[in-house]
């Protein structure tokens, strides 16, 4: 299937969504593509003091959050509550105690006014989120998927028709940008952090590892973080933030676009898309757009709102989903660990 997403049938009717699977409780209302209403109600704060994400503590959180998050995403769609047509809930990969929360809520939602219910793939969501913005997005296209869980580089040939070309063999990018972060002392979520000292910084002060060489499409991060240890315990208080955090955004930056770029050119592409919470580097975003400027090819990336995780991107797969004929039953399984559909 190619050609344009116009030519696809969404779901009539608007659709809540609800995504909890990580660190961010999240509901939204869509239409469609359109989406009326958007609230994320982020966890941050409260995993902060640990250094990063407390399973346990992120499921009391989202079971505190998530029915103010769908009322206030209902109120705020401009439509009632009885006009809610379907429900969609991100149901996997995810840590399985968050996305119960998120499920068991859709359930009873759906259940209650027996209205059809679906389940959606989170990297799908975040392949999808691209459709949130006007844009007309043609296939087959690239889309770099690049967050705290994921970094894979995924042939899409339409709608609903992912192929993984190519992903991270060890942590994830945004997992690299935290773990970095950590050992420069600059605190958790680590990517902003990074991002902002990078600005004053010198990316060619510290040479750092690119991970694998040679015709791969994969990645390796877990060297890297090696490297910054090491470059912290040498320089000890001659460190230069600035300069490492530099050093360390070029290292993750360049080979994230490096690889897309090539898997583009070697796997022929109507366009690339960046999704994901590390969609919002800009740095990556100048290295991508730049080399699509350079090659002709059309690069789309969502809005930051819609770049990390949040409820519509799930809305939108899940309405796209729907009008295909695709549904669950109110016994929809969490499935922690499931592959890309
Ligand atoms: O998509 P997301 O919100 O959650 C997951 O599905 O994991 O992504 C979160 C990740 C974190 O690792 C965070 O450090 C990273 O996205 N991130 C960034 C930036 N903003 C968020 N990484 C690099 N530069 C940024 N500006
Ligand atoms: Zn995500």
Redesign the pocket.
Known sequence: MGGPIENLRFFQGPVLAIETS?D?TSAAVVYGRKVLSSIVSSQVDLHKKWGGIVPEAAARAHLEAILPAVETAIEESGIGKSDIQAVAVCNRPGLVGALSVGVTAAKTLAYSRRLPLIGVH?LEG?ILSVLASEEEIPFPHICLTV????TEIVRVHGPMRYEIVGQTLDD?A??A??KGARLLGLGY????A??EQATQGNPKRYRLPRGLSGDTLNFSFSGLKTAILRLVEREGEQLSIADAAASIQEAIASVLAERAMKAADLLGAEALTLV???A???R?REFLSKGCQKAGLPFYTPPPAF???NAAMIGIVGSLRLGAGYGDGYDMDVLPNAPLP
Do not use: M, R, W, Y
């Not at 967050?147 to 994921?150: D, R, V």
């Not at 979520?189 to 902003?192: N, V």
């Open positions: 990580c961010e989170h975040h967050s705290g869980g994921h994830a945004g997992e940008f935290d979520p680590g990517g902003k990074i991002q994901g919470g590390v919002a580097n800009l990556l770049c990390t995780d």
